[in-house]
């Protein structure tokens, strides 16, 4: 059998075409290498700060001196409450040293119903009592934030009186709240007692009628009365009567007239 010549050299090329072809192909692309990624690590937060109880700031400065605009007679001074604010007034008085001061402060703080108000107008009361010098806090101590605390305090130290025209300042600052209130003090209104123990008694003038001229009634017709109710009994001239409390209760004053005398009863 004889060998085709040709046949070694179809080998060749076929072989040589499969190489060819193998090298034509592309290569295969790499594959994609995974990146680890660490989980995120865990931040402790800082615990929140409690909120801080708010004081109030003290007030500044601790004298007078932007106060030099007011008058420094007692007497001027004392008008000027009627004019300018109390929280101006208040300060340079409460800064003086002047304890005339004390029963002008005192008429305001009557008719104060704000807790601050009471508290600031205790401190310059405290400043003026116990000579607080500037520079220096005024502490209220408990319970003397109050009015009628420091009006039984005045009661018990008459050596304390007010600037001149006292008077007649105070019957201006009732005017304010009820014209005819104002007109029973005026300048040298005669009085028994001391004018600052006259205190607003929270009504109007005639806000509280008052008994006037009552009928009376034998003690037989006044089956009304208990054994035990209480009377105020008043004798002049020869005249007696008696007025029981459950009827004056209401009316707190009773204008009569006993034993020829116009009298008037109040409690």
């Given at each position: 059998m004889m060998r085709s010549p040709l046949l070694p050299a179809l080998i060749i090329i076929a072989l040589l075409a499969a190489t060819a072809c193998a090298a034509a192909q592309p290569s295969p692309l790499p594959l994609p290498t995974a990146t680890l990624v660490p989980p995120p690590t865990a931040t402790a937060l800082p615990s929140p700060t409690p909120p801080q109880p708010a004081y109030p700031q003290?007030?500044?400065?601790?004298?007078?001196?932007?106060?030099?605009?007011l008058p420094s007679n007692p007497t001027e001074l004392m008008l000027a409450t009627l004019d300018y604010p109390l929280s101006q007034v208040g300060r340079k008085m409460a800064y003086s040293g002047n304890t005339a001061y004390i029963p002008v402060l005192l008429e305001f703080m009557r008719f104060q119903t704000n807790d601050e108000a009471l508290v600031?107008?205790?401190?310059?009361?405290?400043?003026?009592?116990?000579?607080?010098?500037?520079?220096?806090?005024?502490?209220?101590?408990?319970?003397?934030?109050?009015?009628?605390?420091?009006?039984?305090?005045?009661?018990?130290?008459?050596?304390?009186?007010?600037?001149?025209?006292?008077?007649?300042?105070?019957?201006d600052l009732f005017s304010i709240i009820d014209p005819p209130?104002?007109?029973?003090?005026?300048?040298?209104?005669?009085?028994?007692?001391?004018?600052?123990?006259?205190?607003?008694?929270?009504?109007?003038?005639?806000?509280?009628?008052?008994?006037?001229?009552?009928?009376?009634?034998?003690?037989?017709?006044?089956?009304?009365?208990?054994?035990?109710?209480?009377?105020?009994?008043?004798s002049i001239n020869g005249e007696h009567r008696a007025y029981p409390l459950r009827v004056l209760n209401a009316h707190e004053m009773a204008n009569d007239i006993l034993g020829g005398q116009q009298i008037a009863l109040a409690y």
């Open positions: 003290p007030p500044t400065p601790l004298n007078a001196d932007d106060l030099a605009f600031t107008l205790a401190s310059y009361l405290v400043r003026l009592r116990d000579n607080i010098g500037e520079g220096e806090f005024a502490i209220v101590p408990p319970g003397q934030a109050q009015w009628r605390w420091w009006q039984e305090w005045l009661g018990s130290h008459p050596e304390i009186t007010p600037p001149d025209g006292y008077d007649g300042w105070k019957g209130m104002g007109a029973f003090i005026y300048p040298g209104v005669p009085a028994a007692i001391r004018l600052e123990e006259i205190v607003w008694g929270g009504v109007r003038r005639d806000g509280i009628p008052d008994l006037r001229f009552p009928p009376t009634l034998s003690p037989q017709e006044a089956t009304y009365l208990e054994p035990h109710d209480r009377v105020f009994g008043v």
